[in-house]
C-alpha cells in the first residue's frame, strides 16, 4: 500500500502537538489504542497511511478556514481574499528602490504613497479545488494573514 498525502505529512512536532486529536481520528476509524501499536509494529504501509490520513483531514481543515494571504518581497505586496468560488488579489507594487518588505516603510506608503506607487486589483476563479490552491501559494512562500493589509489596500483604491 503505497502511502500518498493530498498536502503533506504533519511534522512529528505537528503529530506531537496534536496528539488527542490523532487518537481521537484513530477511533473513529476503528482502531483502538492497542490495534494501532500493532500496526506500528506489524504493519507500517498501513499505520503510515493512517498518519496520512489524518495529516490530510487536519490540513484541509486548516485550508478551509483560510480567509487572507499575503506575499511580500521587495518590489511589491500581494494580498489575497480567499473567497469560496474566487479569489482576489489586491496589490501594491513600488518603484525601484522603496523596499515593501520592510513593514515599516509599507506602513509609511500606505500612510502616504509615494509617486510611482500602484495599486491594482484582479479576481479569478480556482483552477483547482480553493484549498489545493491555497495550499500551493503557502508553499511558493504565501502567508495566511488577518486581511487588515487586504483591507487597507481596498481603502486605498477608493
Same mark, same amino acid.
Given at each position: /500500500?503505497?502511502?500518498?498525502?493530498? =498536502? %503533506?505529512?504533519?511534522?512529528?512536532?505537528?503529530?506531537?502537538?496534536?496528539?488527542?486529536?490523532?487518537?481521537?481520528?484513530?477511533?473513529?476509524?476503528?482502531?483502538?489504542?492497542?490495534?494501532?501499536?500493532?500496526?506500528?509494529?506489524?504493519?507500517? !504501509?498501513?499505520?503510515? %497511511? /493512517?498518519?496520512?490520513?489524518?495529516?490530510?483531514?487536519? /490540513?484541509?481543515?486548516?485550508?478551509?478556514?483560510?480567509?487572507?494571504?499575503?506575499?511580500?518581497?521587495?518590489?511589491?505586496?500581494?494580498?489575497?481574499?480567499?473567497?469560496?468560488?474566487?479569489?482576489?488579489?489586491?496589490?501594491?507594487?513600488?518603484?525601484?528602490? +522603496?523596499?515593501?518588505?520592510?513593514?515599516?516603510?509599507?506602513?509609511?506608503?500606505?500612510?502616504? !504613497? !509615494?509617486?510611482?506607487?500602484?495599486?491594482?486589483?484582479?479576481?479569478?476563479? =480556482?483552477?483547482?479545488?480553493?484549498?489545493?490552491? +491555497?495550499?500551493? /501559494?503557502?508553499?511558493?512562500?504565501?502567508?495566511?494573514?488577518?486581511?487588515?493589509?487586504?483591507?487597507?489596500? +481596498?481603502?486605498?483604491?477608493?
Amino acid at each position: /500500500m503505497e502511502s500518498k498525502v493530498k =498536502y %503533506r505529512r504533519l511534522t512529528l512536532e505537528e503529530l506531537h502537538l496534536l496528539e488527542k486529536e490523532f487518537v481521537d481520528f484513530l477511533v473513529v476509524n476503528g482502531v483502538g489504542a492497542e490495534d494501532w501499536e500493532k500496526l506500528k509494529a506489524e504493519d507500517k !504501509p498501513v499505520a503510515e %497511511r /493512517m498518519i496520512d490520513l489524518f495529516s490530510d483531514v487536519v /490540513m484541509e481543515g486548516t485550508l478551509r478556514k483560510i480567509q487572507f494571504l499575503e506575499f511580500h518581497s521587495v518590489q511589491e505586496v500581494m494580498t489575497f481574499q480567499c473567497q469560496n468560488e474566487k479569489i482576489i488579489l489586491i496589490g501594491l507594487e513600488g518603484p525601484q528602490g +522603496l523596499d515593501l518588505s520592510n513593514s515599516t516603510t509599507l506602513q509609511e506608503v500606505l500612510k502616504n !504613497p !509615494p509617486e510611482g506607487v500602484k495599486v491594482f486589483r484582479s479576481e479569478k476563479s =480556482y483552477l483547482q479545488s480553493r484549498e489545493e490552491e +491555497l495550499f500551493q /501559494m503557502i508553499q511558493k512562500g504565501a502567508v495566511i494573514s488577518d486581511g487588515l493589509l487586504f483591507k487597507s489596500l +481596498l481603502v486605498t483604491m477608493g
